[in-house]
């Protein structure tokens, strides 16, 4: 897959997730998945995309960042949001926070197979 191809996958890959297009989740993340070492499959995948939903009903992805090595996409997410309750274990409780996350995936035949995923807890602490 091309750097320009792989970028399209991603972005398409970012709208369904912003769209909450659960069914079409499958064409962009593997069965297999492994989130930060840990395998948790594409049912684990979607369900905690679902769980942030929950948590955060105005969350959206946005990109920031993005550069592509295939297999390998870096990309760095900002968020603007108001979660209902905790992020991270912090109380935000509808307060509205913005922070951001610095995220890798590793793609295998078109579709996520890792991703190591780190969000910047200290600046929503700070924002409390």
């Known amino acids: 897959m091309t750097k320009n191809a792989l970028s399209d996958v991603y972005k398409a890959y970012i709208a369904c ?6 069914p079409n989740l499958g064409r962009f993340v593997g ?18 995309l ?3 939903y929950r948590d ?8 920031q960042l993005l550069i592509s090595d295939p297999p390998f996409i870096a990309s760095r997410l900002v968020f603007d949001c108001t979660p209902v309750g905790t992020v991270l274990g912090l109380p935000v409780n509808g307060r509205r926070i913005s922070f951001t996350e610095n995220v890798f995936y590793q793609f295998q035949g078109g579709k996520i197979a890792n991703v190591w995923s780190v969000i910047d ?3 929503i602490e700070a924002q409390l």
Do not use: H, V
């Not at 069965?31 to 905690?48: H, V």
């Not at 955060?56 to 990109?63: K, T, V, Y």
């Open 17 to 22: 997730l912003n769209m909450q297009d659960w």
């Open 31 to 48: 069965d297999e998945a492994c989130r930060n070492g840990r395998r948790i499959g594409l049912a684990g995948y979607r369900s905690m």
């Open 50 to 52: 679902e769980c942030d």
């Open 56 to 63: 955060i009903p105005d969350l959206q992805f946005n990109i």
């Open 121 to 123: 807890k200290t600046a």
